[in-house]
């Protein structure tokens, strides 16, 4: 049986710079396990559907809502890999932080958190999948800029 996860990549814009210096992307870091930096993102629970899963572990590992996030239309980003040899699906929809001034609430599941432009967001993250999603998302954002 395939793993099923749903999150969202959060970005924030910092308007006092040009595209795409003002963009900056959310990773948490593991409180658990090798501390690898991710989105928000968590297990699909029984009868709930993958968006409903995204905004409920963005609000248990983030503490942002829909009050502080606007979901962007037209991006859907789907990942697909392997956990100690189970299959495991990831949905990551995306999703701009509406204040970047908005702190983020961490729960027990990471020890910290980082607002990180492409690159460092890309080191941070490690896996090819993940970078690669990123960099999806800053080109998706780049064509919307111009």
Known sequence: MTLRACGFIIFRRLTQRPFPDHVE????????GEHHWTPPKGHVDPGEDDLT?????TQEEAGLGEEHLHVVDGFLQKLH????????????????LRDPSIKVKLSDEHQDYR?????????LAKYP???????NVQQFLEKAEK
């Open 53 to 57: 899963t995204a905004w409920r572990e």
């Open 25 to 32: 992307y959310l990773l948490l870091q593991t409180s658990y």
């Open 129 to 135: 999948d993940l970078q690669d999603t990123l960099k």
């Open 81 to 96: 890999y392997q956990v100690r040899g189970k299959d495991k699906e990831v949905f990551y929809w995306l999703a701009e």
């Open 115 to 123: 607002w990180a432009k492409l690159e460092e967001a890309c080191r």
